[in-house]
């Protein structure tokens, strides 16, 4: 069983940057595809990144290509992401997954409370 706790998020202006960090429980974290996803209200959820076990392989959704960073400490069962340039389109709660790869929500065994991001214009 894995448990993950966001933190991180908040209000910033557009243009900021902001980091997102995912707390996992658990000894099995340093084995698991990691990803990212967002909603807004009215919106359905959204593929931010992911990033493999090892860290070697990332992707991205389209729109946060070259903004974003995901990263990840097995050391320290700690996964992140770094925002850069945000919009006001990027205002959303954030969840972190695990246990998963890729840009399907479904194929994440866990998924965290989420963090909320409000980018103002």
């Known amino acids: 069983q894995v448990q993950l706790v966001e933190s991180g998020g908040g209000l910033v202006q557009a243009g900021g940057s902001l980091r997102l960090s995912c707390a996992a429980s658990?000894?099995?974290?340093?084995?698991?595809?990691m990803g990212w996803f967002r909603q807004a209200p009215g919106k359905e959820r959204e593929f931010v990144a992911a990033?493999?076990?090892?860290?070697?392989?990332?992707s991205y959704g389209d729109s946060m290509l070259d903004r974003f960073t995901i990263s990840r400490d097995n050391a320290k069962n700690m996964v992140y992401l770094q925002m850069n340039s945000l919009k006001p389109v990027d205002t959303a709660v954030y969840y972190c997954?695990?246990?998963?790869?890729?840009?399907?929500?479904?194929?994440?065994?866990?998924r965290g409370q989420g963090t909320q991001v409000t980018v103002s214009s």
């Open positions: 997954a695990a246990g998963g790869m890729g840009r399907r929500w479904e194929s994440y065994k866990y």
């Open positions: 658990g000894r099995a974290f340093s084995s698991y595809g």
């Open positions: 990033i493999s076990w090892s860290g070697g392989s990332t």
